[in-house]
């Protein structure tokens, strides 16, 4: 069984920074993919970024050039590198995997963590 714990979040000014981590046990990520999701005030949820298991990278266009996805090479920790924080960035920020292939939508993955929040002040 997989467990992901996020942790990392908390409030900053517009413009600073904060990197996410994403703890997995249970079964190294190398064979996973896998995403950061936010959930902003009054938004539904969206996918930031996204590594599937041969390391491709895809971001959604809000974050381009200011966020970072990675993961380390032991397989037990993913991260979210993010510049250049805005307000509109503000929310409750999860990670999740799934086995294998991406699933096309976010929503069909199968794990996820409890969320970890992020508030940017203007």
């Known amino acids: 069984q997989v467990q992901l714990v996020e942790s990392g979040g908390g409030s900053v000014q517009a413009g600073g920074s904060l990197r996410l981590s994403c703890a997995v046990s249970?079964?190294?990520?190398?064979?996973?993919?896998m995403i950061w999701v936010r959930q902003s005030p009054g938004k539904e949820r969206e996918e930031v970024a996204r590594i599937d298991v041969d390391g491709r990278i895809t971001y959604a266009d809000s974050v381009k050039g200011r966020f970072t996805i990675s993961k380390d090479n032991t397989g037990n920790t993913l991260y979210l590198q993010m510049n250049s924080l805005k307000p509109a960035d503000t929310g409750m920020y999860y990670c999740?995997?799934?086995?294998?292939?991406?699933?096309?939508?976010?929503?069909?993955?199968?794990?996820w963590g409890q969320g970890t929040q992020v508030t940017v002040s203007s």
């Open positions: 999740a995997a799934d086995l294998g292939t991406c699933p096309g939508q976010f929503v069909w993955f199968g794990y």
């Open positions: 249970g079964h190294t990520y190398r064979n996973y993919c």
